[in-house]
């Protein structure tokens, strides 16, 4: 409790993010530039796809990032209302666009994907359209957090319809999917995607982690600037801008 | 003269029904808008009556969706605004009973009329007689769990800017297993699936865990807004 | 492998670099407007502290 109390300060988050954004960003260029070779060059074309398939590897993990964004930014908010950890609420703001855009990424790849696949470019799977309900959460959230001005209020607010959300992401899954299956005649779904292989398998997981220290360094970056601008009143912000100018 | 806890729940559930008669234009305002989404389709769409049958479940669903998205407004927007709402939240009865009459007079006046004028649009629409059982079934089942997911949105967004749209914003992405669980429910009566008794069943259980639910959050939404 | 091979992806070259184009541009935005805010509430706030201490 008393950690939480250390590091929930925004000033003591403010001076350790700071320290960690220069660590994240070269973890993350170093597994991005890694990934992209493995992606687009070191793994072989696939039996029934291609080349094609290679879009995969952008595709899943931004959809994978865009499930796990949201549940830590339900996460971050519950802390925030539960227990009136104002960084807690910072945390969860900053986390809502990072997480629309990997939800955006993964809705556009996976159109993409779709066109040379199935001949449209758009496919009624159940994974893009579970994304593309999800896309309509983030936007939700972020629009609520937008249209109220006090700060504590926008952030149970809105801490609310992120806990409500992310209850109703497991039944809106299995809603979809049971839709999808229902509906499948002919139609293949990018679910039912090439066999995984290992050669697939190292440069999706090397693509996961980027996007996921992608998301901490922007996570730093963006909570910082949230900090100075909510704590402009307090003493050591005034010593911070004195000392800079 | 001091209110049990149900006494106090009858009490705001009767007030509801009471203020909303003398409003009735807004219980109107969802009525005619479900009218008018089954006149319009198949002006739309075409009289030929197969093409009608296959889309009939989704329209008529989609139209009571909406007419009860177009509704929820109507919850808590105008208490809030003469004061009636803060006097609810400082009574001493727990706020979920109150909240969950509250909603329950709303389905009372927006749902259940819509459940009950659906056979009549039903003929609109082609829909097969064996289906219309089910329609008005889902719709019975169906609307409240909209009524009451639909409060949190309600309560978060009270003197919001945009707070209408916001709210149909932020409720149609929880509204969707509903709607395809409705919809479906009617299609396979409606002979192009099977069994509607899964789906309605599945209804009933998100009918009880919004009822679990629902009261509790949107209280809590209250609170928030209130403050 | 040649360039123009790579380029190509089997053919299916033109889905393939605009998928991977387009994660790229959300990655890019994704730097550039956090870092933007940023000097945009130092300015800001600078400009606060100027005044401020004008007054005095």
Known sequence: MKFIHKYGSPKRFYALAGRLVPWFAGITAILLVSGLYLGLYWAPPDYQQGDAYRIMFIHVPNAWMSMMAYTVM???????????????????????????????????????????????????????????????????????????????????????????????????HYSVYWWHTLHQSASISLTSQPKIYATMLIPLVVMSLAFTFFYFTMLCVRARTEILWRERHTDWV??????KS | MSYGMFAAMRAVFSRELLVFWRRST???????????????????????RHELMLVAPGVLWVGALLATTLSLN???????????????????????????????????????PLALLSPLLAIQMALPMKAVGT???????????????????????????????????????????????????????????????????????????????????????LRVSLD | MTWSQFLAMGGFGAYVWSAYGFAAIMVAINIAQPLMQKRKVWTRLRRNLDRAGEDE
């Open chain 2, 135 to 221: 329609l008005v079934g889902s719709l019975l089942l169906g609307t409240p769990i909209l009524s009451l997911i639909g409060a949190v949105p309600a309560a978060l967004t009270l003197g919001v800017r945009g707070g209408g749209v916001l709210v149909s914003l932020l409720v149609l992405p929880l509204y969707t297993p509903v709607l395809i669980f409705g919809a479906e429910a009617v299609a396979a009566s409606a002979g192009q699936g099977f069994a509607s008794v899964a789906h309605l069943s599945l209804l009933g259980a998100f009918l009880a865990l919004a009822l679990s639910f629902a009261p509790w959050a949107s209280s809590a939404a």
């Open chain 2, 74 to 112: 109507h919850l808590f927007a105008s208490d809030y605004q003469d004061g009636s709402l803060e006097q609810l939240l400082m009574s001493p009865y727990p706020l979920s009973a109150l909240v969950l009459s509250k909603i329950a007079a709303h389905w009372v006046l927006t749902g259940l």
């Open chain 1, 74 to 172: 339900a996460v971050y908010a519950a802390i925030g209302y539960i227990w009136n950890i104002r960084l807690a609420d910072i945390l969860a703001k900053v986390t809502a666009p990072l997480g629309a855009s990997f939800t955006l990424t993964a809705l556009v790849t996976g159109s993409i994907w779709g066109e040379p696949m199935w001949g449209t470019w758009w496919v009624w799977d159940a994974r893009l359209t579970s994304e593309l309900i999800l896309f309509f959460l983030y936007i939700g959230y972020m629009a609520l957090q937008a249209s109220i001005d006090d700060d504590r209020r926008a952030a149970h607010a809105s801490a609310i319809l992120a806990i409500v959300g992310v209850v109703n992401i497991p039944i809106i």
């Open chain 2, 26 to 48: 807004e219980i109107m305002t969802a009525l005619v808008f479900f009218i008018m989404v089954t006149t319009l389709f198949p002006l739309a769409i075409g009289p030929e």
């Open chain 1, 238 to 243: 005034r010593k911070l801008l004195e000392a």
